[in-house]
């Protein structure tokens, strides 16, 4: 498969900055990180849940895995859940995935995440166990699972001329996105029932400046994309963080900012 070109019409808005620096200037830029972007959908949510269940029953964290994922994958996605719902519901008490698996077993614990890994759904078996082992710590439980995870490669470019030499050259920047699709839920453990279920579509991207000779930014398919000088991928806990916090609002008793809704 031959590589694949784009050749930019004009300048962007978001680089014209760029072409009032030099070449070596505009090269050494290091890699930036843009903002993430997230689509929601809530596909339930139980009319009979209240704040003051949230904050008098409290939350545990069962974990986030990955489709098809080894273990080892979860930690930081676990870790981001984790940080966006404490910073989000200061006023839920969270029980840490860590104290889950001491109170579950590690076994136990292990293989209720893989079941849910291939179901995506906790069963009744399945909360059964998790409430006899949850007796008066919590009465919620926190699971997510990341249904897709893909990576693009791309090129926002603008043309300048060298005035060093007068060749004409194009500027790139070489853009790395990736966008993951979440599946968040609580469970009520005290009902063994689906309280808040939402889908998520979250995107982040790092970019840095490219050179290409002959006018010409092209994609190879077969040389590794980082040797052709596009960043590395964000790291996909930072693409999940929108999500997150987008859960933690949507739930009962979230605090609105202040002059109005969010």
Same mark, same amino acid.
């Given at each position: 498969?031959?590589? +694949? ?42 009319? @009979?849940? $209240? ?12 974990? #986030? ?8 994958? $979860?930690? &930081? ?6 940080? /966006? %719902? ?7 008490? *969270? ?5 889950? +698996? ?32 949850? +007796?008066?710590?919590? =009465?919620?439980?926190? #699971? ?6 893909? /990576?693009?490669?791309?090129? $926002? ?6 005035? /060093? @030499?007068?060749?004409?050259? *194009?500027?790139?920047?070489? #853009? /790395? ?11 009520? *453990? @005290? ?5 808040? @279920? ?14 290409? &000779?002959?006018?010409?930014?092209? %994609?190879?398919? =077969?040389? &590794? ?10 790291? *996909? ?5 929108? &999500? %997150?916090?987008? %859960? ?15």
């Amino acid at each position: 498969m031959g590589a +694949r070109c784009h050749r930019e019409p004009g300048a962007r808005k978001r680089i014209q900055a760029y072409a009032a620096l030099a070449p070596a200037a505009v090269l050494a830029l290091a890699a930036l990180v843009a903002g993430c972007s997230s689509e929601s959908k809530l596909t339930h949510l139980d009319p @009979s849940l $209240r704040a003051n269940d949230l904050r008098q029953g409290k939350v545990a964290v069962l974990g #986030v895995v990955k489709f098809q994922e080894p273990d080892q994958v $979860r930690p &930081p996605l676990i870790d981001m859940l984790e940080k /966006t %719902f404490r910073e989000e519901r200061r006023d839920v008490t *969270l029980i840490p995935a860590d104290s889950m +698996r001491t109170l579950l077993g590690a076994k136990r614990d292990q293989k209720l995440l893989l079941d849910y890994e291939y179901q995506g759904a906790l069963d009744d078996h399945a909360l059964e166990e998790i409430a006899d082992s949850l +007796r008066g710590i919590a =009465r919620y439980i926190l #699971v997510a699972r990341v249904d897709r995870d893909r /990576t693009r490669y791309s090129i $926002r470019g603008i043309s300048m001329t060298d005035t /060093t @030499s007068a060749a004409h050259v *194009l500027y790139g920047m070489g #853009v /790395t996105e990736r966008d993951a699709r979440v599946t968040v839920q609580l469970y009520d *453990l @005290s009902r063994r029932a689906l309280a808040v @279920s939402a889908r998520y579509k979250g995107s982040t991207e790092r970019e840095h400046p490219m050179l290409a &000779p002959m006018g010409r930014v092209c %994609f190879m398919p =077969r040389v &590794p994309p980082e040797e052709q000088g596009y960043p590395e991928t964000p790291e *996909l806990a930072m693409t999940l963080r929108e &999500p %997150f916090q987008t %859960f933690a609002r949507t739930l009962p008793g979230a605090p609105q900012p202040a002059g109005g809704k969010r």
